[in-house]
C-alpha cells in the first residue's frame, strides 16, 4: 500500500494564480521529494527536501516540511499553462535506502 | 545526456500471451527499478536492482512476472502469462547511489491486455 496521501486530488486554478498541494505520510522519513509527470510521460523529479530542513525554494516552487505533522506542502507561484500536469510526493523511509513510495497524485489543471 | 530509454511504448495483447519489456538506464547509474503505475494512482516498486542484483523484488508477483539485469545495465521486465489486471503503465528508473533516492524515469510502457 502507498504511504502517501495527497491533497486535493484535483486542482483547478486560472494561470497566474498559485497551488498549493499537500501531502501526508505515516511512518519516519529520510527526505521527501515532488515530482510531476506530463500526461503520458514519466516522472520528473522537482524538488528533495530533508527530515532536517523546514522549507527548500527552487524557482518558482517552495516546498514545506513538518516532521511533527508529517505533512509537506508543495506551493507553485504565478502558475503557467505548461505547469498542467500531476503532481506526486515520495517518501524515502529511515530504513528504506533509496525506496520511494509514491502517493496518489494532485492533478494539476491550470486555466489559460 | 541522454535519459532513462524503454521500449515498447504501448503494447495490446491478449489474456495469457507473454509480454516483455525493456529498460536501459542512465550511464553510470548502478541502481535500476521497475515500477508499475494504474490509471490514476501513483507508481508502486516492483523491483530494485543493485548492479545486477536484485536486492527488494519484495512487490514483484513472482508467479507471473520476472526481470532480469544481467550485466548490470540494461533490464527486461517479462509478464507470462498477462492477466486484464496487468493492464497498467510500467515505469523504469535509474539512480546513482549517492542520489539520496532521486531517481530518473523513462517514458513508460503503456500495456493493455485485451
Known amino acids: 500500500s502507498q504511504q502517501g496521501e495527497e491533497d486535493p486530488q484535483a486542482l483547478s486554478i486560472q494561470e497566474g494564480e498559485n497551488a498549493t498541494m499537500n501531502c501526508s505520510y505515516k511512518?519516519?522519513?529520510?527526505?521527501l521529494q515532488w515530482y510531476r509527470q506530463n500526461s503520458g510521460r514519466g516522472l520528473v523529479h522537482l524538488i528533495l527536501?530533508?527530515?532536517?530542513?523546514r522549507e527548500k525554494h527552487s524557482g518558482r516552487l517552495r516546498v514545506t516540511l513538518d516532521t511533527s505533522k508529517k505533512s509537506s506542502s508543495l506551493l507553485i507561484t504565478a502558475s503557467r499553462a505548461a505547469d498542467t500536469a500531476s503532481y506526486f510526493c515520495?517518501?524515502?523511509?529511515?530504513?528504506?535506502?533509496?525506496?520511494?513510495?509514491f502517493g496518489q497524485g494532485t492533478r494539476l489543471t491550470i486555466n489559460p | 545526456e541522454a535519459g532513462v530509454v524503454q521500449s515498447p511504448r504501448y503494447k495490446i495483447i491478449e489474456k495469457k500471451q507473454p509480454v516483455a519489456f525493456w529498460c536501459n538506464p542512465i550511464?553510470?547509474?548502478?541502481?535500476l527499478y521497475w515500477y508499475r503505475q494504474n490509471l490514476g494512482q501513483g507508481p508502486e516498486l516492483l523491483i530494485r536492482?543493485?548492479?545486477?542484483?536484485?536486492?527488494?523484488d519484495s512487490q514483484l508477483p513472482k508467479d507471473r512476472f520476472s526481470a532480469e539485469r544481467l550485466k548490470g545495465v540494461d533490464s527486461t521486465l517479462k509478464i507470462q502469462p498477462a492477466e486484464l489486471g496487468d493492464s497498467a503503465v510500467y515505469l523504469c528508473?535509474?539512480?546513482?547511489?549517492?542520489?539520496?533516492?532521486?531517481?530518473?524515469f523513462g517514458p513508460g510502457t503503456r500495456l493493455l491486455v485485451l
Open positions: 511512518t519516519s522519513i529520510n527526505n
Open positions: 536492482y543493485e548492479n545486477e542484483e536484485a536486492v527488494d
Open positions: 550511464s553510470g547509474h548502478n541502481t
Open positions: 527536501i530533508r527530515s532536517n530542513e
Open positions: 528508473a535509474s539512480s546513482l547511489p549517492s542520489s539520496r533516492g532521486t531517481q530518473y
Open positions: 515520495a517518501t524515502v523511509h529511515v530504513q528504506g535506502a533509496q525506496k520511494l513510495v
